[in-house]
C-alpha cells in the first residue's frame, strides 16, 4: 500500500502500512495538522489471538474502512471529555480554525 491521506472532521492524516519491530504489518497513521506541529499520531494493526507468535500478513492487512475507522475513534476519543486532547491545551481543532478563518 502507498500512504495514503485522508481527512476525518477536517483533521488530516497521512496513512502508511509498514512491517513493525517485531515483524507484524502495521500502519503508521501521522496527524499532518495535528498538535506537536504534525508529529503526532499513532500505529494501529491486527494481531491473531492464539498460540501463534506470528500474525500472516493476509491476516493483519486492514481495509481502507478499517483504517478510516480507527482514525475517526482516534480523532473522538481525542477531543473527548479528559481525551489526549486535554494534553494539548494550545491545539485547536481543524474544524475550528477553519471557521476563524471566514
Known amino acids: 500500500m502507498k500512504p495514503s491521506e485522508v481527512t476525518v472532521d477536517d483533521e ?8 513493525q519491530p517485531d515483524g507484524v504489518l502495521g500502519y503508521d497513521v501521522s496527524w499532518l495538522n495535528g498538535p506537536a506541529s ?8 491486527k494481531c491473531a489471538v492464539g498460540p501463534a507468535s506470528h500474525t500472516p500478513d493476509d491476516m493483519a492487512r486492514m481495509t481502507g474502512a478499517e483504517l478510516i475507522d480507527e482514525v475517526r475513534e482516534f480523532v473522538k476519543s481525542f477531543y473527548e471529555a479528559g ?3 486535554e494534553d494539548f491545551p494550545d491545539h ?3 474544524r475550528i480554525r477553519r471557521q476563524l478563518r471566514r
Open 12 to 19: 488530516l492524516f497521512r496513512i502508511s502500512e509498514k512491517k
Open 38 to 45: 504534525g508529529t503526532y499520531g499513532f500505529t494501529v494493526g
Open 83 to 85: 481525551g489526549t486532547g
Open 92 to 94: 485547536i481543532p481543524a
